[in-house]
């Protein structure tokens, strides 16, 4: 079993910038590939990003693709999210999530554990 610990959520303007962390526990943490996905009031849970257990492999959705940029350090056992460029958009809670392989995956049934969830508010 696999907890995760979200910070680093809050409110900001367009067009600034805020990083997400996940702390993980286990000692298996590079094995699990991990992900951040959101959800914005009155929509679906979306796919925002995912990195490969060994942290060579990456994957954005295409709507802040060369905005963000998620990575990990195992030595840590924490994932990261850097958001630039930040729009009113991009307003949601954000979710961390551990898969129990390293091969990253896009649906949020590739995931096994999950986050509590953090708000992102972004003002025009």
């Known amino acids: 079993q696999v907890q995760l610990v979200e910070s680093g959520g809050g409110l900001v303007q367009a067009g600034g910038s805020l990083r997400l962390s996940c702390a993980a526990s286990?000692?298996?943490?590079?094995?699990?590939?991990m992900g951040w996905f959101r959800q914005a009031p009155g929509k679906e849970r979306e796919f925002v990003a995912a990195v490969s257990g060994g942290g060579i492999s990456t994957r954005h959705a295409d709507s802040v693709k060369g905005r963000f940029t998620i990575s990990r350090d195992n030595a840590l056992n924490t994932v990261y999210l850097q958001m630039n460029s930040l729009k009113p958009e991009d307003t949601a809670v954000y979710y961390c999530?551990?898969?129990?392989?390293?091969?990253?995956?896009?649906?949020?049934?590739?995931?096994?554990?999950w986050g509590q969830g953090t708000q992102v508010t972004v003002s025009s």
């Open positions: 999530a551990a898969r129990r392989y390293p091969h990253l995956g896009g649906r949020e049934s590739d995931y096994d554990y």
């Open positions: 286990g000692r298996t943490f590079s094995t699990y590939a």
